[in-house]
């Protein structure tokens, strides 16, 4: 019978996080159907189905079960079991929030704060936001480098609407950030993506530059929301 993960609740005082439900569900799968060390898992389409999850859901759930050692995400192929002894559910990793929670939030908070910076926004704060995406650009090729460059573009806009609070809420958001993030973008990102990134970030630029706050949110939220789209469908 097929279950419904919106009714799993924890037994403990907090509901856990979703992408542990599903992991565990897909624990409970390779058990009940039998599927060996090395043996292939049925595709994501399928297992959203049968687990009745969606796909971004499910795609946390698999980079969890991946960096906990259970099953291996071979690009182009799909996914198999590992061949060594696989952690039992309660011995997942806790990964912090999902790559999809964070997203969500940035997508709400940070389209109102292009807002805001588009209202208020210096010369010299602008500048500060140019010189952001120019570090981002030189650093294409340097992870380290551009990734640094990307959070100093955002937490420039922040610091143009010249609230702190705004500034210190965007940090945390970044620093959520984690392994789950850098697994998922390791096996989905793409150089179409990088290079939509930087046309995005020009895109915000020009309308705080043009203290044009409409145009600001919506080129955030539209950024985001690519972003979202390319990491959960893959």
């Known amino acids: 019978m097929q279950k419904k993960l919106s009714s799993v609740a924890d037994s403990s005082t907090h509901e856990p996080r979703l992408y542990r439900v599903v992991a565990n ?12 060390g090395g043996e292939r898992l049925p595709s994501e389409r399928d297992l959203s189905t049968k687990l009745n999850v969606s ?12 960096l906990s050692g259970v099953i291996e ?10 061949e060594e002894a696989q952690p ?17 939030a940035r997508r709400l908070i940070e389209s109102e704060i292009a807002a805001i ?6 010369d010299s704060a602008i500048d500060d936001i140019l010189h952001a995406v120019e570090e981002m650009e030189k ?12 959070r100093n573009f955002h937490l420039s806009i922040a610091r143009a609407t010249g609230n702190s609070a705004l500034v210190g809420s965007l940090n945390y958001l970044w620093d959520q950030r984690g392994r789950l993030w850098h697994k998922l973008k390791e096996h989905f990102q793409t150089e179409e993506l990088r290079q939509e990134t930087l046309k995005d970030h020009r895109r915000i630029l020009e309308a705080i530059a043009a203290h044009d706050p ?3 949110r919506k080129a955030m939220r539209s950024h985001l929301e690519r972003v979202t789209r390319t990491f959960s469908r893959g």
Do not use: M
């Open 55 to 66: 796909r971004a859901s499910l795609r946390e759930a698999l980079i969890a079960l991946e």
């Open 117 to 122: 910076a588009a209202r208020v926004a210096t």
């Open 73 to 82: 995400v071979r690009g182009g192929s799909g996914v198999y079991v590992c």
């Open 214 to 216: 409409a145009a600001a």
């Open 88 to 104: 039992s559910a309660a011995e997942l990793a806790e990964a912090g929030p999902g790559p999809f929670e964070v997203l969500s």
């Open 139 to 150: 650093n294409h090729d340097n992870y380290a480098s551009n990734e640094q460059a990307d």
């Open 25 to 36: 569900r897909i624990q409970e799968l390779i058990r009940e159907e039998h599927i060996a």
